[in-house]
């Protein structure tokens, strides 16, 4: 039983005694006690006001008094401030508490069990004519810290990734090859096959504005220049020959897609990213098609003159949606629709989160609705895990222009800045290159994921870099850092043949206000990762890890540990020690941040 919940049956022992009143739980309103005044947890006493017919002050003071008296093992002593009653909460519920935080492995998550719901979480979302970029690289990171953040929080978790493998992007690239490529792959270029077929994306649209340009010269308005391009002509050529299973096409297409896929596979593995399932929009448009003609017999949707099919969305307060153009092709809405019916097939979900950008706001409001009508029993209540948009201090990415921010250039980059940040703390550890190497790669990839991760995903946000990999401050590196730190204690410890116990006694423990706030902080991760887990929020997590550090070292800088002349208290400090990298280990890793045990 938890300090909380010992308090919570001790108030309302106390309030049925005195006043003859049965409170239920969850009135007993607790709260960590203001800096300003003596205690650790404060009770709001006004819910007993009315029952006792007393002055808040009053309640408040009989209330502690009993506590003090009858639950003295946890309750040392109390104060009132007006209408809240202040606790001071004796030393050996807080070992007991150090106690249990050691001996679980799994502090602060739910156990998943044959009964746990299953939620469904879609990330990543790539198109396969160009490498993953910033903007991914967010979307990834989100995706899975949610995955794990939601597994934690006691539920089976399925991770899906629906790759956009067809329509006119993907032709612009297969063009482009055939027109300039010379029959380079891979292998013969050097190149990972995301980015060799990216190149040829940007060689496109290179061609085509020039294009543009000259017909805009010769006369034409620019509009009537971008459809009538010879460039853009034969790419949508190209997309009617793949709608109707050309052989050629196609085998140049899975081709190349293969080459794309390979390099998507190192990219993910390097950022620490995988899926349980992955869909292909190539696959999913037909079943979409299906599905939308159902809905259309069924009198769901309707279709105009032209062909084209709709849904009327009016009367759900939003307009009319296409799903089904006039010549039979399909939109974005009926291929969500088309792996929807899948991903139902394939697992019985309890819910779905899709990762998806807030420019996606519309679409998935109109999704859930859609998918609700055509019987799916979470369509109703999808849930669209909108985050803003990222940015670089010199602005904006552009795909076609070949402007973006390559997720790949980028990793190595933070890699290569964070072993130049600690050459000099190397040299003086005398770690060997090899080790070096591979700190520097969790610490850079670490400075990545949580300057990403620790801002609210519903905004939009500048990376910069150089802040990033900063050793102070709300970094990781900062939190990296301070766990080496203590990783280096209990190195040094066991060196000195010093062996923490499993469980610490309670006795003989005098312990100071800066060691049971620590402890205090340890015991709050379970509630975080509860909170991470209801709202959504990795960057709960990273506000969690960092005041956690924060405590750590406010409590390192004013008590030594390994100094420490009390046998008895070192080996309590070293057990807080040993509890602390263990939570952050445990929060970091939520976040798919390594720990590196020196740095």
Not at 35 to 54: C, I, M, N, Q
Not at 298 to 303: A, N, T, V
Not at 487 to 494: D, F, T, Y
């Amino acid at each position: 039983m938890t300090i909380e919940e010992k308090l919570i049956e001790g108030v309302q022992a106390a309030v049925k005694s005195l006043y003859g009143f049965e409170a239920p739980a969850q009135q007993v309103q607790l709260q960590k006690t203001r800096d300003e005044f003596e205690g650790h947890l404060t009770v709001v006493v006004f819910p007993f006001v009315k029952a006792a017919r007393k002055s808040p002050e009053m309640v408040g003071e009989e209330i502690g008094k009993y506590l003090v008296e009858n639950a003295g093992d946890v309750v040392a002593k109390y104060n009132v401030v007006k209408g809240f009653l202040n606790l001071v909460i004796s030393d050996a519920p807080w070992i007991d508490l150090l106690n249990q935080v050691n001996a679980d492995p799994q502090f602060g998550f739910q156990p998943v069990t044959d009964k746990s719901p299953l939620v469904m979480i879609e990330y990543s979302s790539p198109n396969t004519n160009k490498p993953l970029h910033l903007g991914h690289v967010r979307n990834n990171l989100l995706g899975s810290a949610l995955a794990r953040i939601v597994e934690a929080n006691g539920n089976k978790v399925v991770k899906t990734n629906i790759v956009n493998d067809r329509g006119i992007h993907i032709c612009k690239s297969m063009l482009a090859w055939l027109k300039w490529g010379n029959g380079e792959t891979p292998e013969s270029s050097g190149k990972k096959g995301d980015h060799l077929i990216g190149d040829y994306y940007v060689a496109f649209d290179k061609h085509y504005r020039e294009e543009v340009k000259q017909l805009v010269a010769q006369g034409m308005d620019e509009e009537t220049a971008k459809q009538e391009a010879p460039l853009i002509k034969e790419a949508h050529e190209m997309l009617v020959k793949w709608e109707r299973n050309d052989s050629e096409v196609r085998a140049l297409w899975r081709k190349m897609n293969e080459w794309v896929y390979a390099g998507f596979d190192e990219t993910y593995k390097m950022m620490g990213v995988s899926f349980d399932k992955i869909y292909y929009e190539s696959d999913t448009y037909l079943e979409g098609k299906e599905k939308v003609i159902e809905g259309l017999q069924k009198g769901l949707f309707y279709r105009r003159d032209d062909g084209s099919v709709w849904a009327d969305l009016t009367g759900e307060g939003l307009d009319e949606k296409l799903l089904l153009r006039s010549d039979g092709t399909s939109v974005y809405m009926t291929q969500d629709i088309g792996t929807a019916k899948l991903r139902f097939q394939d697992f019985p979900i309890d819910k779905m989160i899709y990762v998806v950008g807030n420019e996606q706001n519309y679409h998935f409001q109109v999704l859930s609705i859609l998918l609700d009508k055509l019987g799916f029993k979470w369509g109703k209540d999808l849930v669209h895990f909108s985050y803003g948009m990222v940015e670089l201090p010199n602005g904006k990415m552009k795909s076609r222009e070949g402007t973006v921010v390559d997720a790949d250039d980028l990793m190595a980059a933070m890699i290569a800045d964070a072993y130049e940040a600690s050459k000099e703390r190397v040299k003086q550890t005398e770690m060997p290159e090899e080790e070096a190497r591979e700190v520097a790669r969790k610490v850079g990839l670490g400075a990545l994921k949580y300057f990403i991760l620790k801002v609210d995903a519903r905004k939009n946000m500048l990376f910069n870099p150089e802040e990033s990999i900063d050793f102070n401050g709300n970094t990781g590196p900062f939190i990296q850092y301070t766990y080496a730190r203590i990783a280096s204690i209990l190195r040094k410890a066991k060196d000195q043949g010093v062996v923490i116990p499993a469980q610490l006694s309670t006795v003989n423990c005098q312990l100071s206000t800066k060691e049971t706030e620590l402890i205090q902080k340890l015991n709050q991760f379970p509630v975080a990762v509860r909170q991470a887990g209801t709202d959504y929020s990795p960057s709960g997590i990273c506000n969690y890890c960092y005041e956690l550090t924060k405590a750590f070292n406010q409590f390192y800088h004013d008590f030594t540990i390994l100094g420490e002349t009390d046998e008895t208290l070192k080996l309590f400090r070293l057990s807080l020690a040993q509890a602390v990298a263990k939570v952050i280990s445990l929060g970091m890793g939520l976040l798919g941040i390594e720990m590196p045990e020196r740095m």
